[in-house]
Each structure stands twice: as C-alpha cells, then as structure tokens.
C-alpha cells in the first residue's frame, strides 16, 4: 500500500494532538495516521513540546480546600471521551485500530463487513453509522463504481478517509490511507473509482447539496 498523498494539515493535527476535536473527528484522523508515518511523526512532536511546556510552568501555591473542590467536581463531571489514538506502527490491516474497535459486531471472521445495518443513501451508496449521539455523524459509506455523490457544500466540518477503493473530486484523487477535508467554503462533488469506495465519513453540520436539483432535493434528503 503506498503511503498517503492527502494529510488533515497542521491545524486539525494540533487540535487533534491536544484533545480539541470530538470523538468522530478524532477517529477520522486517527484512522488516516494509521496509514500515515508523517502524520503520526508529527503529532508525536506536537505532544512531546507539550509535555514541555507543561513541565516548564511554575508550580502555584493552592488555598486551603482547593484539593477537596477539584475532587467534588470530578466527581460529579462526566470525564471526557477517550481520544481514539492511532497505533504506533503503520497497519496494513483494512480496518485499522482505532477504527477496529469500532467496528465490534460489524466484522465477520474473515474481517469482511456483515451486511446488517446499513442504510440506503442513493442508487450504488449506502452508510453504516457507527457513532450515535456525538457531536455530527460518522459513518462508514460504501459506493459502487462510477457513483457520483450529488454536488453539495457542508455545514461544517467533513473528513473523510478512504479505506478501499478510491475517489475523485475537484481537489484531487484520493486513494486508501488519504483523508478530504472539506468545510462550509468548499463545494465538490466527488465521484467513486471504478471498483468502488468505501471510507470512513465524520461530517459535522451536515451537507447542504447546491446543484439545482440539490437545492430542490435538500427538503426531502438527510445525509
Ligand atoms: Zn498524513
């Protein structure tokens, strides 16, 4: 497998190294620095001058009781999900851990995905949501050959990182390993290779298709 051509850019990789991204986007980028050595490199840096920084500051004396608050409100404040975070050493696995961990019940044991539970999206296109009740929606989403996504603009943040198959948009051909990331300013309308697509989608705000058709369509249509 060659490595990726498509990286999450150095704004996503700090957010992500310093826990600032919800669980969905974390595990989208997660998944490409599993088939990615320089973004895994680059986030390992990213951490370590964190702990640094963090070494560096000057211990403060604290009042009388302030130990006993902090305590109360952990106690009554639900922790934070845990950051999926990206195996140390690339994987040659299709589904790569964090996504693996994922993706429990939805393997058979030949690791191929069971057909249960995905939902039609459109002729040749269908999804399989793996995150309920987080911030947007991820999902996997499967296409045949030669399927094109209608063209449409996002209401925040989409990553998308492929796992088989392929891609092409107006940015570029992605391949499996490289992540899109599109946000409110961009508007593609991305079309599978011919032996298909699958790739993992965390969109955050929806899609709002813009083709004129698309506008028509988007009173009917949840993606
Ligand atoms: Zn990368």
């Not at 370590?48 to 070494?55: E, Y």
């Not at 030949?110 to 911030?135: E, K, N």
């Not at 296409?143 to 198959?165: R, S």
């Amino acid at each position: 497998m060659s490595l990726p051509s498509h990286h999450p850019g150095d704004t996503l990789l700090i957010d992500y190294a310093g826990g600032g991204l919800c669980e969905g986007a974390a595990l989208a980028v997660a998944t490409h620095m599993a088939f990615c050595p320089a973004c895994r490199h680059a986030v390992a840096e990213m951490e370590a001058v964190g702990g640094v920084l963090l070494d560096d500051l000057e211990p403060e004396v604290l009042s009388p009781g302030c130990l006993d608050a902090l305590m109360a409100r952990l106690d009554h404040e639900r922790p934070p999900p845990c950051r999926p975070a990206a195996p140390p050493v690339a994987s040659r696995s299709r589904y790569p851990e964090p996504l693996r961990s994922y993706l429990r019940g939805r393997l058979d044991r030949d690791g191929r995905l069971v057909p249960a539970g995905w939902r039609f999206f459109q002729p040749g296109m269908r999804g399989l949501d793996l995150m309920a009740g987080s911030v947007g929606t991820t999902r996997l989403i499967r296409m045949k050959g030669g399927v094109a996504v209608p063209q449409h603009t996002h209401g925040g943040l989409e990553l998308t990182v492929v796992l088989e198959g392929g891609f092409s948009d107006e940015f570029g051909a992605f391949q499996p390993g490289d992540i899109a990331v599109g946000d409110g300013s961009l508007e593609h309308r991305p079309v599978s290779d011919p032996e298909g697509c699958l790739c993992l989608a965390t969109t955050i705000g929806g899609l709002r298709l813009t083709g004129p058709v698309g506008r028509f369509l988007n009173r009917f249509i949840s993606f």
